[in-house]
């Protein structure tokens, strides 16, 4: 996982997007256990590989999200924040 830090930095010339990916996976990874453990649903491999799949789809997005956010602050120069909640609006479905 550093690797990803560093490469997401090196990418973004700062490191704060990189700080928010790093501490977003382990929150989503216990978030989702706890609904298999609240669901009463066993840790078993169709778990697990909807737990990679959801990972993977997520990180896409995310990935997505603050690309078009650095796109839109940059070309209409609004804060970082206004154009992270304008990007992810427009990746929601509706």
Do not use: K
């Not at 840790?43 to 999200?65: D, F, H, K, M, S």
């Amino acid at each position: 996982m550093p690797w990803c830090y560093l490469v997401l930095s090196a990418q973004y010339r700062a490191t704060s997007p990189g700080d928010s990916f790093l501490i977003d996976r382990p929150l989503r990874m216990l978030g989702r256990l706890a609904f298999l453990a609240n669901a009463s649903i066993d840790l078993n491999i169709y778990a697990q590989v909807g737990l990679v799949t959801l990972n993977r789809l997520a990180r896409q997005e995310r990935i997505l999200i603050v690309e078009v956010a650095e796109q839109q602050s940059q070309s209409r120069h609004e804060r970082p924040s206004q154009a992270a909640i304008a990007s992810a609006e427009s990746r929601s479905p509706s």
